[in-house]
């Protein structure tokens, strides 16, 4: 059983997480940023790093096949992890418990930790960038910009794009022997 401490921090960082959510989901009343981040979500839902993978496949004539296919292999395996850790720890979107969270696009499921966006985001961009290093501005410019929509949108909280964040880089070094 938890102590009193224990659970005054938890209570605590929950407080402080909430915060940094409100805060960072106030971008979202300017139209302009809500639109821009509501694209890049949407791109992020998988559109962005499939074609990505086609690509990849159809013009590498060398490796684009293993690149392809190691791509969507660590994506399956972020997909049960994502999907088991949401399960398990059954954590509401903040736009739910928060009524100053504004929410500004459908969530794809019901819990909020971790990101899968963010896990998959920066997965994908390890790998991809493994291949082809004259991807990374791009890439890491589109996952920071993913990772930021999910907040800015208010369907996560800092600690469940935090943890997406490393699950994915912990995944995409795993997933290249690191």
């Not at 985001?121 to 890491?140: D, G, R």
């Amino acid at each position: 059983m938890a102590s009193a401490r224990t659970v005054a921090i938890v209570n605590r960082l929950f407080e402080i997480d909430t915060a940094i959510c409100y805060q960072i989901n106030r971008i979202s009343r300017v139209q302009l940023l809500r639109t821009l981040f509501t694209v890049i979500s949407r791109l992020g839902n998988g559109i962005f790093w499939y074609t990505l993978i086609a690509l990849i496949a159809v013009f590498d004539t060398e490796q684009g096949y293993l690149a392809a296919t190691h791509m969507l292999v660590t994506g399956l395996v972020g997909v049960v992890i994502y999907k088991l850790l949401k399960s398990k720890t059954v954590r509401p979107r903040p736009f739910t418990r928060n009524a100053g969270i504004q929410l500004c696009t459908a969530p794809l499921d019901q819990y909020s930790f971790p990101s899968g966006h963010t896990l998959h985001a920066f997965s994908f961009t390890i790998v991809a960038c493994a291949y082809y290093p004259f991807l990374l501005f791009p890439l890491a410019l589109f996952t920071a910009m993913v990772a930021l929509s999910r907040m800015i949108l208010g369907l996560h909280y800092p600690t469940d794009v935090a943890a997406g964040i490393v699950i994915g880089v912990l995944l995409g070094m795993i997933s290249l022997g690191i």
